[in-house]
Structures are given as structure tokens and as C-alpha cells.
């Protein structure tokens, strides 16, 4: 089966910095679109990043909320997907998701799998 588990949230102050991370089973990123989500109750979904690893190469996008300050990648030998997140906001408070897809669409993956979510809180 196929699952994906992210991990890494945690309640920070603003200006702090979190790394989250999201492990594989049952298949490899490898050749996958890879993205993180986020939501808050109520609100829509939210892309932050994704990243295609492409067998020649790989291209990331980050939403223009996050530019500067997130940044997602992944490591190869352990195939984990990671976000890390620096100088955050209270806006940055949400449910934090790990997704992938075969396809990108416009940076960002068409899920398929969804992990179960990590919360990260940001206080003032």
C-alpha cells in the first residue's frame, strides 16, 4: 500500500523555523510530482511547494506566500520529502500536508496520496 507520513509540526514564535518531513511506503518519489498543502479549517486548500523528481533532473515551485522564506526538497537516499520553513508568520498556521502525484500541474502535484497531515502553529 501506499502511504505517506508527514512529521516535524510543531508551536513556534513568529520568526521561527521548522523543517517537516514526509516518508514514503509502498512506492518511490523517484519519477513522482511531490508537494506540501496546507489548510485551515474552513478555508481552502492551499499548494506551498512542489517538486517534480524527474530521472534527468528535478524543478520546484513555491508559492508566492512562502517565496523566500520555505523551501521543499528531497533526499535521495532516503527518499523523504522535506519543507523547510523559516522566518514564519502566524499566517503560516495550518494543517500541513505531504502529497504525491504522477503528473505536475503548474509545479504541483495532481494527488494521488495524501499523508494524514502535521499540524504547525505559529504565535505572535
Known amino acids: 500500500q501506499v502511504q505517506l507520513v508527514e512529521s516535524g509540526g510543531d508551536s513556534v514564535q513568529t520568526g521561527g523555523s521548522l523543517r517537516l518531513s514526509c516518508a514514503a511506503s509502498?512506492?518511490?518519489?523517484?519519477?513522482?510530482?511531490m508537494g506540501w498543502f496546507r489548510q485551515i479549517p474552513g478555508k481552502e486548500r492551499e499548494a506551498v511547494a512542489g517538486?517534480?523528481?524527474?530521472?534527468?533532473?528535478?524543478?520546484?515551485m513555491h508559492n508566492a506566500s512562502v517565496k523566500g522564506r520555505f523551501t521543499i526538497s528531497h533526499d535521495n537516499a532516503k527518499d523523504t520529502l522535506y519543507l523547510q520553513m523559516n522566518a514564519l508568520k502566524p499566517e503560516d498556521t495550518a494543517m500541513y500536508y505531504c502529497?504525491?502525484?504522477?503528473?505536475?500541474?503548474?509545479?504541483?502535484?495532481?494527488?494521488?496520496?495524501w499523508g494524514q497531515g502535521t499540524q504547525v502553529t505559529v504565535s505572535s
Open positions: 502529497a504525491a502525484g504522477k503528473y505536475c500541474n503548474l509545479g504541483y502535484p495532481r494527488a494521488d496520496y
Open positions: 509502498g512506492f518511490s518519489m523517484r519519477g513522482h510530482c
Open positions: 517538486i517534480y523528481l524527474g530521472t534527468s533532473g528535478q524543478s520546484t
